[in-house]
């Protein structure tokens, strides 16, 4: 089975968009127009981590196509 890249790519931002997530949590960065961007943004990369992550054990179950050679 060909190295599929969505493995790691979820791995990592879920990884940074936990702990992103998890210092705008605490929250001790000053909101910017009400909004706590680093809450947000690291909700966004967890999300994303955790897609590639689904995506990659689809394809290692055999649900999706590989993804193509380079």
């Given at each position: 089975?060909?190295?599929?890249?969505?493995?790691p790519?979820?791995?990592?931002?879920?990884?940074?968009?936990?702990?992103?997530?998890?210092y705008?949590?605490?929250g001790?960065?000053?909101?910017?127009a009400g909004?706590?961007?680093d809450?947000v943004?690291?909700?966004?990369m967890?999300?994303?981590?955790?897609?590639?992550?689904?995506?990659?054990?689809?394809?290692?179950?055999?649900d999706?196509p590989?993804?193509?050679?380079?």
């Open positions: 089975m060909p190295f599929d890249v969505r493995l790519i979820g791995l990592l931002f879920l990884a940074i968009g936990l702990l992103v997530a998890g705008g949590v605490m001790h960065v000053p909101l910017s909004v706590n961007i809450l943004w690291g909700a966004v967890a999300v994303f981590g955790a897609i590639m992550l689904v995506l990659a054990a689809l394809a290692r179950r055999g999706l590989p993804p193509p050679e380079a």
